[in-house]
């Protein structure tokens, strides 16, 4: 098959859909790849490193004129929509829930287009939304300790602190991938941490890994208020799976924090779990209300392209794999998690939850390929 690798242009965005050790599994399978010019760079890849495994360099005319499969990390821009063709499969983050303009623009297009973040698994785990959580869960404990510094506004604490002085409190809510990666650097650092969570099964599992190192509680209104209040840093976690985040922390509980204390609203990609929560980005990351820190940045991965361009190829390289050795129609039918990841093909919304999100008509998968060759 002949694969093509776009260029991030989405501002602030470094990462690469594909590691030149990720190219060289396709090359070495036969199939042509085009990486676009510079493509690695942001993510400390050079174009000489992936012509050391086989792949071309080109332009990005190359890449979406040639290829019958294009591979990105985000969304398509608008710059690019004209660019799409009929008949050719598009893999990326797509989020089509949040933008009616990208879902109208990839139905005019008639390709195929595959999101990562809903390629499912029969046990209901998203293993290409999992890397970029884990990063995001690390990256948050990180920065809101880097943010709890005096200098740039914190408290002036430092979380793990020294003998004989007092940790400084962490509140994780929500125990997902996230929440628990977040309370594991956390916890690296000597702090005190306590995660809220609404699902016990799952509160079980982080007693098993976590050990006493960290109190797990109930989520509940009240306990949200009361933790929340006593917190140095709050990592925002929650996740209703296609639904906006539920507002958990109101403007009052912000008010009634530390001045100078952080909160991290990690789930501001799905509308944030704090009333006073806004996207921001890595050139702005934080803004004050209440006298709080927030930090609200919707893409926290690309901080750190090195480290996510290999997490991403690590998860996608796989469906990649069997996208190109079988053809969209083959891999689809071998693969039901693969299958849960197409959103628009030939003109027609396949997932339910962005044809609601918009009030388009749904059409499920079965039937469309029942209408038409892929
Ligand atoms: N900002 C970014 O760059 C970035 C990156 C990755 C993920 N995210 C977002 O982070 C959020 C969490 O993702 P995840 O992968 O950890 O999801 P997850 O499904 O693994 O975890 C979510 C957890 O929240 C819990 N939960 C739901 N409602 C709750 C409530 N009321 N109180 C306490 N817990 C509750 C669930 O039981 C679940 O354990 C999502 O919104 C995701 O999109 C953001």
């Known amino acids: 098959m002949n694969i093509g690798v776009a260029t991030e242009i989405k501002p602030d965005e470094y990462r690469v859909a594909l590691t030149p050790a990720g190219a060289f599994e396709l090359t070495r399978r036969g199939h042509a790849v085009v990486i676009e010019r510079g493509a690695g760079q942001g993510s400390a890849f050079l174009d000489t490193d992936y012509e050391a495994v086989g792949a071309r360099i080109g332009?990005?005319?190359?890449?979406?004129?040639?290829?019958?499969?294009?591979?990105k990390v985000k969304e398509p821009v608008p710059e690019e929509y004209g660019r799409l063709r009929e008949g050719q499969v598009l893999f990326t983050y797509l989020h089509l829930a949040a933008s009616e303009e990208l879902t109208r623009a990839l139905i005019d297009s008639g390709a195929a287009c595959v999101a990562y973040e809903t390629v499912e698994t029969d046990d209901g785990a998203l293993p290409l939304l999992a890397p970029m959580s884990e990063i995001a869960g690390r990256l948050a404990a990180q920065a809101g300790a880097a943010f709890l510094e005096k200098p740039v506004g914190g408290r002036g604490l430092l979380l793990g602190a020294v003998p004989g002085v007092a940790p400084g409190e962490v509140v994780v809510i929500g125990g997902g991938m996230v929440g628990y990666n977040a309370a594991v650097i956390a916890l690296g650092l000597g702090a005190q941490v306590t995660i809220l969570e609404r699902s016990i099964d799952r509160m079980r599992h982080l007693e098993e890994v976590l050990g006493a190192r960290v109190t797990l509680l109930m989520s509940s209104s009240l306990q949200i208020q009361d933790s929340v209040a006593q917190a140095d840093l709050v990592v925002g976690a929650v996740l209703i799976p296609g639904?906006?985040?539920?507002?958990?922390?109101?403007?009052?509980?912000?008010?009634?924090?530390?001045?100078?204390?952080?909160?991290?609203?990690v789930a501001i990609d799905q509308g944030g779990c704090v009333e006073t929560s806004r996207p921001t980005t890595h050139s702005e990351p934080v803004f004050t209300v209440e006298g709080v820190t927030h930090y609200c940045v919707a893409n926290?991965?690309?901080?750190?392209?090195?480290?996510s361009t290999k997490a991403l190829t690590n998860a996608?390289?796989?469906?990649?794999?069997?996208?190109?050795?079988h053809g969209l129609r083959e891999a689809i039918a071998r693969d039901p998690a693969l299958a849960r990841g197409v959103n628009v093909l030939e003109g027609k919304i396949t997932y339910e939850a962005v044809a609601d999100a918009h009030g388009l008509d749904y059409i499920p998968l079965d039937d469309v390929l029942r209408l038409s060759p892929v």
């Open 243 to 265: 639904a906006l985040a539920p507002k958990l922390i109101s403007r009052e509980m912000v008010a009634g924090m530390n001045e100078g204390s952080v909160i991290c609203d």
């Open 316 to 325: 996608t390289l796989p469906y990649v794999e069997e996208i190109a050795t």
């Open 300 to 307: 926290m991965p690309g901080a750190v392209p090195i480290t």
């Open 59 to 71: 332009s990005a005319e190359d890449v979406w004129a040639d290829s019958e499969l294009v591979l």
